[in-house]
């Protein structure tokens, strides 16, 4: 049972244009999110993240949106370069205040094209 | 600041061998938790340990176990290796009170 779902396995973006990543949750335990950037062989970089108190986020080129009421969140990359080509992941984090138990989504590929 | 490391990057090992990994987190984190990535399954958490002391575990057998030494270093165990083991292992630390979890380079574990 996947409680947290990328169902876009890969993206395409002009360099330039915004690149837009959906993640979806189905536990409504989950209160914190985090976005992560893996290229391959590496370990995840984290990029920015939100607490369910928000409902938005932003970081330089990058800003997540958060709908609690549709448990859905996205990463906005603007404008997107073609270093930012890479597999993203979102990951949520369960509401108890020790919690570091990270459950992931299946990522997206992002390919910018120059 | 040094970030997380992780050794070995690679290894190999054959079926039913034992085989321990190590990861030192970045200075002052206390959190260490460890994740397998796989093809198939994705990421998925091992167990966390703070202060010495397993904090939270994921669903994975009792051949895989962890420690944490009073520095934070932590070292994560496999026992009886199966081929299904062959993966990605992550280790990442965090800081008190914070949420963002920080991950190193990760160890290559093939077993064949």
């Known amino acids: 049972d996947q409680q947290v779902k990328q169902n876009s396995p890969s993206l395409s973006v002009q360099e330039g244009r915004i690149s837009i990543l959906n993640c979806d949750y189905t536990?409504?335990?989950?209160?914190?999110f985090l976005w992560y950037k893996k290229y391959p062989a590496e370990g995840p970089t984290f990029l920015i993240s939100?607490?369910?108190?928000?409902d938005k986020n932003e970081d330089g080129r990058f800003t997540v949106f958060l709908n609690k009421s549709a448990k859905h969140l996205s990463l906005h990359i603007v404008p997107s370069q073609p270093g930012d080509s890479a597999v993203y992941f979102c990951?949520?984090?369960?509401?108890?205040?020790?919690?570091?138990?990270?459950?992931f989504g299946s990522g997206t590929q992002l390919t910018v094209l120059p | 600041k040094a970030g997380v490391t992780q050794t070995p990057r690679y290894l190999i090992k054959t079926r039913g061998q034992q085989v321990t990994l190590s990861c030192s987190p970045i200075?002052?984190?206390?959190?260490v938790s460890w994740y397998q990535q796989t093809p198939g399954q994705g990421l998925q958490f091992l167990f966390e340990?703070?202060?010495?002391?397993?904090?939270n575990k994921g669903n994975f057998p009792g051949r895989f176990s962890g420690r944490q030494f009073s520095n934070s270093r932590s070292e994560m165990n496999v026992s009886t290796l199966e081929l299904g083991d062959s993966a990605l292992y992550l280790c990442?630390?965090?800081?008190?009170?914070?949420?963002?979890?920080?991950f190193g380079p990760g160890t290559r574990l093939t077993v064949t």
């Open positions: 990442a630390s965090s800081a008190d009170r914070l949420k963002e979890q920080y």
């Open positions: 939100i607490s369910s108190i928000k």
């Open positions: 990951a949520a984090l369960p509401s108890f205040s020790s919690a570091r138990q990270l459950t």
């Open positions: 200075s002052g984190h206390r959190s």
């Open positions: 340990y703070f202060s010495e002391t397993q904090r």
């Open positions: 536990n409504s335990m989950f209160d914190y």
